[in-house]
């Protein structure tokens, strides 16, 4: 058997930040955090929201488009670089919501990456025949690890919050066509947050360096930029190559990084035309392992693809890491 989407689902919270929001906090004009990031509004959960509350709400429309009670899903593989709390997963907090069984929920921290690891990992289990539906979510609450003062107008106009979920299923036709993944720890410390940390005892954070702020996210976006840009066209033609599809076949391509000026011209240098090119952060700001499957349940929600249409999705970030998957809806 191979693997098949079966449903998609997206969420984004109702709450509205725009630059002339942040402008005051980070003491900076709209103007500016627009240029610097490319991005205008982004969206933010309310206090208390984790990422499975978000999550929970992208997989009831997976489910629906499935036509699919919670009782179906045999294994839950969630992405997140912000979990809800440290431990237990947010796999588990989206098991207890949904009321799925006593099935297995794995976490998958690999940042912006994330959501392709996961989804490499529920094709391989379906594979093996050891599920038959997984339910692969992607969820940020980003702006409860994010600087609201002056110190964060480099990095904190970059992100926002958000969830999409995918839900595979076995079927004889194959929907997962290819899926590759990399991973280079050279540089890891362009995209980072350095705290809380296991290795600084015996508190994880001390009050040095919770004044100095290392426990927000540390972004180099200008270093992070040409290696983006030179990695997502290499890894989309790979991920293309495996499976065995032509650029003149791809329906849609979602080019998943921080800054979608980047990704579109990734997007350009991968030659696919322009209006078959989805910068995932273009619309509500950089949402790491939530974006590809938001963009995703978006377009097919818009009718912009349809099954049967060939998907390709690239992604760079943290760690560094980066992969690209090859779908037929």
């Not at 709209?30 to 240029?35: A, D, K, Q, S």
């Not at 979608?260 to 090119?277: F, P």
């Not at 097919?300 to 998957?325: E, H, K, N, Q």
Request: hydrophobic fraction near 45%; proline fraction near 5%; aromatic fraction near 6%.
């Amino acid at each position: 058997m191979r693997s098949t989407i079966l449903g998609c689902g997206s969420y984004l919270p109702p709450r509205a930040v725009t630059n002339d929001h942040l402008a005051g906090m980070l003491a900076t004009s709209p103007g500016e955090l627009g240029e610097r990031s490319g991005v205008t509004s982004r969206r933010q959960a309310e206090d208390g929201q984790g990422a499975s509350h978000l999550a929970s709400r992208a997989a009831e429309q997976a489910l629906a488009a499935a036509q699919l009670g919670p009782e179906a899903v045999d294994l839950i593989v969630f992405a997140t670089m912000t979990p809800d709390i440290t431990f237990p997963g947010s796999g588990c907090y989206l098991q207890d919501q949904l009321g799925c069984r006593t099935v297995g929920a794995i976490d998958v921290r690999a940042q912006c990456a994330g959501f392709l690891v996961a989804l490499a990992m529920a094709d391989r289990f379906i594979r093996a025949g050891k599920a038959e539906r997984v339910l692969v979510a992607g969820a940020e609450v980003h702006s409860a690890a994010l600087d609201f003062s002056p110190r964060g107008a480099a990095v904190t106009p970059y992100f926002g919050d958000g969830a999409g979920v995918v839900l595979l299923g076995a079927s004889p036709a194959p929907g997962v066509l290819a899926t590759v993944l990399h991973a280079d720890p050279d540089g890891l410390e362009r995209f980072w947050c350095e705290f809380p940390a296991s290795r600084h005892r015996p508190t994880r954070l001390d009050v040095e360096a919770l004044r100095a702020g290392r426990h927000f996210y540390q972004v180099d976006a200008e270093g992070m930029h040409p290696q983006a840009e030179r990695i997502l066209p290499e890894v989309i033609g790979e991920a293309l190559e495996c499976a065995d599809v032509t650029r003149e076949e791809v329906a849609l391509l979602i080019v998943h990084y921080l800054d979608h000026r980047i990704a579109r011209r990734a997007g350009r240098a991968a030659g696919i035309a322009d209006d078959r090119i989805v910068a995932t952060a273009e619309v509500a700001g950089h949402m790491a392992a939530a974006g590809i499957p938001i963009a995703l349940a978006d377009a097919l929600a818009a009718g912009r693809v349809r099954r049967g249409d060939v998907v390709c999705t690239g992604a760079f970030g943290g760690g560094m890491a980066w992969g690209a998957a090859v779908l037929r809806l």
